[in-house]
């Protein structure tokens, strides 16, 4: 199997003002194509700033870390951006859809900044809608979807490049329990289907989706969690 | 790479979303650019009536006029305010010999004159001067004649009066043949001369016009009745205009005695004479479109200020975007396509105001305001400019925003 993803004893120090913080301490993590990996942690654990590492809005302080074949470790802010557009597909918390804009727009946006000319793009977006069963919402705003259908156009947005790892940054945390689990059969499916998939979270049950959990405490990964966490 | 339509288009997006801020941003450089339009059109069309004026007073024509001499050597003889011109400086310059280039002369003196004709009373300008007027001034008659020299020669008391001097003073009938008095002086009206077509100013119109020696005799308050107020020169053509100006100044350079330096008299042509009025009046232009210009600072002042509050309340949405791709000079030209657009919009309408206003003022003032095609482009250019110059501070901060911060502000 291939590597889509290759860490290798990431760092990353923060200094605010007189107080150095390292958030990341030496994080080693190999994730192969089709992998489903969840990364599991308490608040302040560094689970946030291995998140920003990973889908590349940030760069590590110290080693490497090699996405899809391509040391991204010390790239510029420009190529950094390329990457993100080209490579990763995420899906946030808070959904981050563009409120002024219909569903379609939203989903379209990535291929926008790809320069995809906009017939491909309507294309595109329509069939990655249709995916997530929300062909009918197609010019729907934001605010005039559910929860649950608004995270579904933002994993919709997040298969439109057809990208190379699909990060989740705690993608059910605003969701009800139906809504929760209507975007994690989602995910199991794209799974299946073969889509790489990285997700953090803090809840167990979520995490229990994925094929391969890791858990962060104080910068580190560990594959068994430590004390009463929040893991079983 | 997007493409500028996608971008024109989440530009006006984004504005369209806060109408009503981007309404009023626009209202700084709207009202600058039509308050710098209109008074550069008044401007310009003041310009524009002084010249017309000028060139009706005839073609080719060189002014001679009295001047009190600006060296230090003190006061000349005859002093005060007595005329340097005399009807013999006329006579010279009307000499071919000396001036070969000068077709025709007038020297004209002038009073304030109370008239009056069986009908009514008026008071107007009266002119003493010679048959070349007429072809001087380049004037024609409604009705009647103009003096000969024979009558100048006699010093016949017939009088040509202007249009407008004719409707005042008989209200029914021809004019001509009918007695009126100047100054308590009996003169028989000869002719009514027709409209000088002057849009301004009447005063071509509101005239009486004599023989130079009948007004010296009957109606001058001057002590020396040889003195002229100014001399009329026409020029043969205009090729030799300059020509017939410096033969003008020689002549009388030496017929007075006096160096250039020192000269009691200044000559102008309708070209220094336009030059002359329009440097006044661009000077006052340029004063009230710098005080306009002021309103076009401060209205691109208003659109940095509101796209830096913008790029604050979107940094939700700038982290959104740079997370999906957008790299920091996308992010950059996104506000400055934004930033530019209130600018051109607020010009648009500011110069859609400044025609408005232009329609409205005319009337008003009776006061042409000419508005160019060139200014109006400098216009649209300018607030472009001024638009996207107010955005460069904004997107900066914009495109610098790290996408990881923009997207953890909540």
């Known amino acids: ?232 | 790479m997007m493409d500028w339509a996608e971008t024109v288009r989440t530009a006006i997006a984004a504005l369209n979303a806060r109408r009503m801020r981007s309404l009023l941003t626009m209202l700084g450089i709207l009202i600058g650019i039509a308050a710098v339009m209109l008074t550069v059109g008044l401007g310009q069309g003041a310009q524009a009536q002084i010249t017309e004026q000028i060139n009706s007073l005839g073609s080719n024509l060189i002014i001679v006029t009295p001047s009190q001499t600006t060296s230090s050597g003190g006061f000349r003889g005859g002093g005060g305010s007595a005329s340097t011109l005399t009807t013999q400086d006329a006579a010279l310059l009307a000499n071919t010999a000396v001036a070969p280039d000068v077709a025709a002369v007038a020297p004209t003196s002038s009073v304030s004159g109370s008239l009056q004709s069986s009908d009514s009373t008026w008071t107007s300008t009266v002119v003493g001067t010679v048959p070349d007027w007429q072809s001087v001034r380049a004037r024609t008659l409604a009705s009647g004649r103009f003096f000969t020299q024979s009558e100048v020669d006699s010093s016949a008391a017939v009088a040509v009066i202007g249009s407008e001097t004719a409707t005042e003073l008989f209200t029914t009938g021809s004019p001509i043949g009918q007695t009126i008095t100047i100054n308590g002086q009996s003169f028989t009206i000869i002719g009514v001369l027709d409209s000088a077509g002057s849009s301004l100013s009447t005063d071509e119109d509101d005239t009486v016009v004599v023989p130079i020696t009948t007004y010296a005799a009957q109606l001058s308050t001057s002590d020396n009745t040889n003195s002229v107020s100014s001399i009329y020169v026409e020029g043969r053509d205009a090729d030799s205009l300059s020509a017939a100006y410096q033969e003008v100044k020689t002549a009388l350079l030496t017929a007075h005695q006096v160096t250039s330096d020192d000269a009691d008299f200044s000559v102008s042509t309708q070209a220094s004479l336009v030059e002359t009025a329009t440097s006044v009046t661009g000077v006052l232009t340029l004063l009230l479109g710098g005080v306009a210009a002021i309103s076009l600072l401060v209205g691109g002042i208003g659109v940095m200020n509101i796209m830096l509050v913008s790029v604050s309340e979107r940094v939700r949405e700038i982290g959104l975007r740079k997370a999906l791709g957008a790299t920091p000079s996308v992010i950059r030209r996104q506000f400055l396509v934004e930033a530019g657009i209130l600018g051109m919009l607020g010009g648009l309408i500011g110069i859609a105001l400044g025609f408005i206003g232009a329609a409205i003022l005319t009337p008003v003032l009776g006061m042409t305001v000419l508005i160019s095609a060139p200014a109006t482009m400098i216009a649209l250019v300018v607030s472009l400019g001024i638009g996207i110059g107010a955005g460069v501070y904004p997107a900066s901060r914009a495109a610098k925003l790290a996408p990881i911060d923009a997207l953890r502000s909540e």
């Not at chain 1, 990996?37 to 291995?50: D, F």
């Not at chain 1, 563009?98 to 900044?113: G, K």
Request: net charge negative; aromatic share 4%; with cysteine.
């Open chain 1, 1 to 232: 199997m291939t590597h889509m993803l290759k860490m290798t004893g990431v760092r990353k120090t923060y200094s605010t003002g007189v107080v150095q913080v390292d958030a990341l301490r030496g994080i080693n993590l190999d994730v192969l194509a089709g992998d489903y990996v969840a990364i599991m942690g308490p608040s302040g654990s560094g689970k946030s700033t291995l998140m920003h590492i990973i889908g590349c809005l940030d760069v590590p302080t110290a080693g490497t870390y090699e996405l899809d074949g391509t040391d991204v470790s010390s790239m510029t802010e420009k190529e950094l951006a390329e990457v993100r557009n080209q490579k990763i597909g995420f899906v946030f918390q808070a959904f981050n859809l563009l409120s002024s804009l219909s569903a379609l727009r939203n989903v379209e946006l990535p291929l926008v900044y790809a320069g995809t000319p906009a017939a491909e793009r309507r294309e595109r977006a329509m069939a990655a809608l249709t995916k997530v069963g929300l062909a009918d919402r197609v010019q729907h705003r934001p605010g005039e979807l559910s929860g649950g259908q608004q995270q579904r156009v933002s994993v919709a947005r997040a298969l439109v490049t057809d990208p190379a790892l699909i990060l989740a940054d705690e993608p059910t945390g605003n969701l009800d329990s139906h809504s929760t689990a209507e975007i994690l059969d989602l995910f199991d499916e794209l799974n299946a289907a073969g889509r790489t998939i990285v997700m953090i979270t803090h809840e167990a049950d979520v995490a229990a989706h994925a094929t391969s959990p890791w858990h962060i405490y104080d910068g580190q990964l560990r594959d068994e969690p430590i004390g009463a966490g929040a893991a079983k």
